[in-house]
C-alpha cells in the first residue's frame, strides 16, 4: 500500500485503522471540494472527481470537505463508497429546512475566525461563532485581519473585546500586506494539521490561504468602500495543501449561521453565566425577577453584561425550538413509518 503519498494530507495510523473496520476495499482518499453532488478526492493515485451520491443509499452520509472517505473503482466511474467516522465536524443548523443540520467542513483541527479592522465588530457575532466551533470538536482561534488597515490603538482594543469575551481563545492578529501573523497560523497547523477559516465575506480568508499557500490559487475579491462589504467571491469550502505543511480550509463568507444541537458549546461560550446561574436559589431560574437570582446579582454589579445575558438567552431558546422541532419531525417520521435516525448523524 501507497499511504506516503496521502500523508501530507493528515492520513494517519487511526485512520488506517479506521478504514480498516469500514470492511471497504476501496482507497483512502480525502475530499477537497464538494459541488452540486460531485466531489473532488485527494488519493495517492492523485486528484479524482467522484460521482456525485446518487448511486448510494438515502441515509449514507454525503461527504464533505475534510472527510477521508474509501474510493472504489477507480479505472472506471470513481465513487465514494464510505465516509471514514468524522473526528470532528462543523456543523449548522440547514439555512434552508430547519429541522435539517448541515455540515460544512469534517477533520478539522482548528477552526479560525477571520474579523476585518476594516468592517465594525459584533461580540453577539464572535459568541455565535465560538459555539459553532466549539460544538464541532475543533479549537477556536481567533484572526483579526488586515492589521496594516488599522488606526493607532485599534488593534489593542479589538482584542481587548475579544479576550473580553473568550477569554480562554487565542487571538492572532495578520496582515498580509506585512506578513504579521502568518507564521503563527502556520504553526498551528504543524503537522499535517487541518485548519477551518470562517467570516464575513471580504474578511480576507481567501487572501490569507493564499499567502499561506505562497501561491494565488484562491479567488479574491475587493470590498465595497465605505462599508469594507465584500462579494461573495468564493462559493466553495476548499481544502488546500500550506506551503510549510498543514491544511486550511477556505469558505465563503458567512454572515451568520443557525445553532444545532451545541447546548454544551453554548455553556462553554457563556461560562461566566452558567456558573453565575449555579448560585440562583432556584434551579430552574429563569433570570427574569426571581428572588435569590445569582445572574441578576451579577448583572447589577457589572460582573456580567446585560446585553450577553440577552444574548445567551436568546442563542438558549433558538437552540430548545430546534431541539422541539427535530422531536416534532422524528414523531412525523416514526408515524409514516419512513427510516429513523436521519438528521441527527453527524
Ligand atoms: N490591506 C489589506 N487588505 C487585505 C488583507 N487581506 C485581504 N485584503 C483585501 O480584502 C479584500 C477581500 O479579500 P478576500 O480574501 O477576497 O476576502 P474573503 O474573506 O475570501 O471573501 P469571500 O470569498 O467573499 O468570503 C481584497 O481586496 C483583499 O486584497 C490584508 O491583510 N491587508
Ligand atoms: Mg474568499
Redesign the pocket.
Known amino acids: 500500500m501507497e499511504r506516503s503519498a496521502i500523508l501530507h494530507l493528515g492520513w494517519d495510523a487511526d485512520w488506517e485503522s479506521a478504514l480498516d473496520d469500514a470492511g471497504v476495499a476501496g482507497v483512502p482518499g480525502r475530499i477537497t471540494r464538494v459541488e452540486r453532488g460531485e466531489s473532488d478526492v485527494a488519493t495517492e493515485r492523485g486528484l479524482l472527481r467522484v460521482l456525485s451520491d446518487s448511486t448510494r443509499s438515502q441515509s449514507a452520509v454525503a461527504p464533505v470537505t475534510g472527510d477521508w472517505v474509501a474510493v472504489a473503482d477507480l479505472d472506471g466511474s470513481p465513487i465514494v463508497e464510505v465516509v471514514l467516522p468524522r473526528r470532528t465536524a462543523l456543523v449548522r443548523r440547514d439555512p434552508g429546512e430547519r429541522e435539517e443540520y448541515q455540515p460544512l467542513a469534517a477533520n478539522v483541527d482548528a477552526v479560525f475566525l477571520?474579523h476585518?479592522h476594516?468592517r465594525p465588530f459584533r461580540e453577539g457575532k464572535l459568541e455565535r461563532f465560538l459555539v459553532l466551533a466549539w460544538n464541532s470538536g475543533a479549537t477556536p482561534v481567533v484572526i483579526l485581519?488586515?492589521?496594516?488597515?488599522a488606526a493607532s490603538g485599534e488593534t489593542a482594543e479589538l482584542e481587548a473585546v475579544v479576550s473580553a469575551v473568550a477569554p480562554e481563545v487565542e487571538v492572532v492578529v495578520?496582515?498580509?500586506?506585512?506578513g504579521e501573523g502568518l507564521e503563527r497560523i502556520a504553526e498551528l497547523l504543524d503537522g499535517a494539521k487541518t485548519g477551518a477559516?470562517l467570516?464575513?465575506?471580504?474578511?480576507?480568508?481567501?487572501?490569507?490561504?493564499?499567502?499561506l499557500i505562497g501561491d494565488d490559487i484562491?479567488?479574491?475579491?475587493?470590498?465595497r468602500k465605505g462599508d469594507?462589504k465584500?462579494?461573495?467571491?468564493?462559493?466553495t469550502r476548499d481544502l488546500l495543501v500550506l506551503s510549510g505543511g498543514g491544511l486550511l480550509i477556505?469558505?465563503?463568507?458567512?454572515r451568520a449561521v443557525g445553532l444545532w444541537d451545541a447546548h454544551d458549546a453554548l455553556a462553554r461560550v457563556f461560562a461566566d453565566i452558567v456558573d453565575a446561574a449555579a448560585s440562583c436559589r432556584f434551579n430552574d431560574c429563569a433570570h427574569d425577577g426571581e428572588p435569590g437570582c445569582a445572574v441578576r446579582a451579577a448583572v447589577d454589579d457589572g460582573r456580567i453584561d446585560p446585553r450577553r445575558l440577552e444574548r445567551h438567552r436568546l442563542m438558549a431558546a433558538e437552540l430548545a425550538e430546534s431541539d422541539r422541532r427535530q422531536v416534532e419531525r422524528e414523531r412525523g417520521r416514526n408515524r409514516k413509518g419512513a427510516p429513523k435516525g436521519r438528521g441527527r448523524r453527524r
Open positions: 477571520a476585518g476594516d485581519t488586515k492589521s496594516d488597515l495578520t496582515s498580509t500586506e506585512s477559516i467570516g464575513e465575506s471580504g474578511a480576507g480568508k481567501s487572501t490569507l490561504v493564499n499567502a484562491q479567488e479574491t475579491g475587493h470590498v469594507a465584500g462579494r461573495h467571491t468564493t462559493i477556505d469558505t465563503p463568507g458567512v
